[in-house]
């Protein structure tokens, strides 16, 4: 279970230890991660028992399957908040799905009756919707990574140290209105709730999980649209989210595929086209707590922050 492991940290590699060079990227056993433009955002292999992630122009990270601490060797001069950001922003995610934990890439906030997982690609809204819903007076769970504990019982999230990071013009659209939660904070990076990187607070159980979509900007501002998925479906948007470090480990990736495949059957799974722009943010909290909120919670009230 997640509460009997603690987050696995990082230390810089000693003087002298030197990454090795990231292999080809059509090398079998490799696998890219690309960023938007194309371009390789993450390089990860296995070398003489260690694994590797390779982040071109910033720094590599080794760990292995076990516990031990992960290292960091910086290919640049990084401050110690940098460094920070490379291992539990970037690498962790890859480090904990390797070790056997599922990591979906996604921002979240808790509900009254669960954690609302916000899926999609870099650029969707996961961030600023999340801060949206924090504004609301909802309690802000995660920014782009979250641990997931499928077991036979429940499907839970356990929050883990994260900073809230905003677009300019989302920074600058909850800037001009402060209000409830942390709107209004005006930086595009602060801290999250939880003040100590590798704190392991209590599970909270995943209510429910929207894979966000962001509407065609040359469109004429195209209403909110919220539709649940079933079946394969739900099972393929999950898995397009989720983080692995590599798939050529069969027996993993057996595990893996269960523990989706019954979070996709447990779960409630909401396709969400946002409508362009940020105007629509409160509206569209609104629609998306209630689309998302069991009946038997909705007759109990906790739709209310």
């Keep these: ?11 810089r590699a000693p003087a002298g230890f030197a990454a090795p060079h990231p292999p080809a990227e059509d090398t079998p056993g490799v696998q890219v991660w690309s960023a938007l433009d194309g371009s390789a955002a993450v390089i990860g292999h296995e070398l003489d028992g260690r694994c590797w992630l390779h982040f071109p122009g910033l720094a590599s ?14 290919l ?30 996604a921002s979240a906030v808790r509900l009254p009756h669960g954690v609302l997982a916000l899926c999609g690609p870099s650029g969707a ?31 839970e999230t356990r929050r883990l140290p994260f900073d809230i990071r905003l677009l300019p013009d989302a920074v600058a659209h909850f800037a001009a209105r402060p209000g409830r ?5 005006g930086a595009g990076s602060e801290p999250g709730p939880e003040g100590e990187q590798g704190s392991d607070p209590d599970p909270a159980p995943l ?30 948007a999950l898995l397009a989210n989720a983080f692995a470090f590599t798939l050529n ?21 909401f396709r969400v086209r946002l409508p362009a722009g940020l105007d629509h943010l409160p509206h569209s909290v609104a629609r998306i707590v209630a689309a998302t909120t069991p009946i038997a919670a909705r007759d109990h009230g906790s739709t209310s922050p």
Excluded at 1 to 11: A, D, E, K, L, Q
Excluded at 251 to 269: C, G, I, N
Aim: proline share 4%; net charge negative; charged share 25%.
């Design 1 to 11: 279970m997640i509460g009997s492991r603690s987050i696995p940290t990082y230390r």
């Design 61 to 74: 990270v080794s760990f292995t399957r076990s516990g031990d601490a992960a290292e960091l060797v910086s």
């Design 76 to 105: 640049t001069a990084l401050s110690p908040e940098e460094q920070d950001d490379v291992y539990y922003r970037r690498a962790l995610p890859f480090i904990l799905q390797a070790r056997g934990r599922e990591v979906l890439h």
């Design 125 to 155: 809204g996961k961030s600023t919707l999340a801060r949206a819903l924090g504004g609301a007076g909802y309690s802000q769970w995660a920014d782009d990574v979250v641990l997931l504990e499928v077991s036979p019982d429940a499907v």
């Design 249 to 269: 480990d069969t027996e993993r990736r057996a595990r893996m595929m269960h523990h989706y495949l019954a979070l996709s059957e447990r779960v409630p799974v």
């Design 207 to 236: 209510a429910a999980v929207c894979i966000l979509e962001t509407a065609d900007r040359d469109r004429e501002h195209p209403a909110l649209t919220i539709r649940r998925l079933g079946g394969s479906a739900a099972f393929e």
């Design 181 to 185: 939660g942390r709107e209004g904070a």
